[in-house]
């Protein structure tokens, strides 16, 4: 049983050679897992911070001893003792909200050490992010797109929540609650926007240096067309779009409406299941979460037929910088030095290319 627990749960994608070379990171820069991630409104009010902080409490419980370090409102890195980890409650926003603080943050991770929290992907990983001030969105000002928000009323602000489990979690051992039954239960209590929930990568604690490596990731993401690398930096982009599709797709009725409705959705079929939640959809892309290699010319069809639906939903090319903010030349090696991106004439087409790539990698 243990093989086949770290058999399911080893997935990790190890550093390239360019960053052990020139970045000296040896660490894997990614675990992949079963993920969700949740894009919901109202972090402002304390109905819903009190439904966060359920959520929260839901994930500690399934994870058990696994739950060994979190990252506090109060930005504290504190270790699990003999009563577990302090958990974030509706008390603590209350007060934040109180002081005029612009969020109140909070993570779980399954690291074991401080240093393995800034560096190392956890197997298992909580955060959520309850924004309770007006934000300047990034599209605004100077950088303003006729085509992207460029001013974000409190009341649709997004808020998230992310959430990443070591797959043995729930196809070894007997879960408290199934995947998707979670997942259901999750979204019947936030009301998500948008969201998604299968395959997907957990990257390190340190928000600084998790993005930093992002862009490393990228290419995995055109191998595996059924990965996601869930977003929660620029969550603002996607209160009028969704970053990306997986085995779950989360929907509000605004967003279906632009697609179809609920008779478009049901039009895909028998093969993808729509549940509901108060104002919105869930649709299940095939029996089971996949994973698909291109390099092996495995490609979700059911995961196609979802993209293909909803391709209206994503961001124009320009604002897929959640993806990654540079791609290598087609023509790097391992002894490119990646120290030079972002600098060259080209560099900006090349990112242009990637996005494209992604947007065709059920093709």
């Not at 930093?212 to 930096?233: E, K, N, Q, V």
């Amino acid at each position: 049983m243990e093989n086949i627990k770290e058999c399911l749960d080893g997935f990790a994608l190890p550093a390239s050679d360019g960053m052990r070379k020139y970045l000296g990171i040896t660490e894997p820069v990614g675990q992949v897992g079963l993920t969700c991630v949740l894009y919901f409104r109202g972090g402002h009010l304390p109905e819903v911070q009190a439904k966060a902080c359920e959520c929260i409490r839901e994930y500690v419980q399934i994870l058990g001893k696994e739950a060994r370090c979190c990252l506090t409102p109060a930005g504290r890195i504190v270790m699990a003792g003999k009563r577990g980890l302090p958990l974030m409650d509706e008390k603590q926003v209350s007060k934040l909200q109180e002081k005029n603080s612009f969020a109140a943050s909070y993570l779980v991770s399954s690291n074991a050490t401080r240093e393995e929290f800034d560096h190392h992907p956890p197997k298992c990983m909580l955060g959520v992010g309850l924004y309770l001030e007006k934000m300047t969105p990034r599209y605004s000002g100077q950088w303003a797109r006729p085509d992207m928000p460029s001013d974000i009323p409190l009341e649709r602000q997004n808020s998230y929540i992310f959430a990443s489990f070591a797959p043995s979690l729930f196809l070894v051992d007997e879960p408290p609650i199934p995947f998707v039954d979670l997942v259901l239960k999750w979204c019947q209590r936030l009301r998500p926007v948008n969201g998604t929930a299968g395959w997907g990568v957990t990257r390190a604690c340190d928000i600084l240096y998790a993005e930093s490596i992002r862009a490393f990731i990228a290419p995995d993401l055109l191998r595996f067309p059924g990965l996601d690398m869930p977003d929660t930096f620029f969550s603002e982009v996607f209160t009028e779009h969704i970053a990306n599709i997986n085995w779950l797709t989360m929907l509000n009725e605004e967003l279906a409406a632009r697609i179809g409705g609920p008779e478009r959705l049901k039009a895909l079929g028998e093969d993808f299941p729509i549940a509901e939640y108060p104002g919105g959809y869930v649709i299940q892309a095939g029996p089971r979460p996949e994973l698909g290699d291109r390099n092996k010319g495995d490609i979700p069809r059911f995961y196609a037929r979802v993209h293909e639906l909803l391709r209206p939903l994503y961001p124009p090319l320009e604002c897929m910088t959640y993806l990654t903010s540079f791609a290598l030349p087609p023509d790097a090696g391992p002894d490119y030095d990646i120290r030079v991106l972002g600098g060259k004439p080209d560099d900006e087409k090349h990112l242009h290319a990637f996005f494209e790539q992604w947007m065709h990698r059920f093709d």
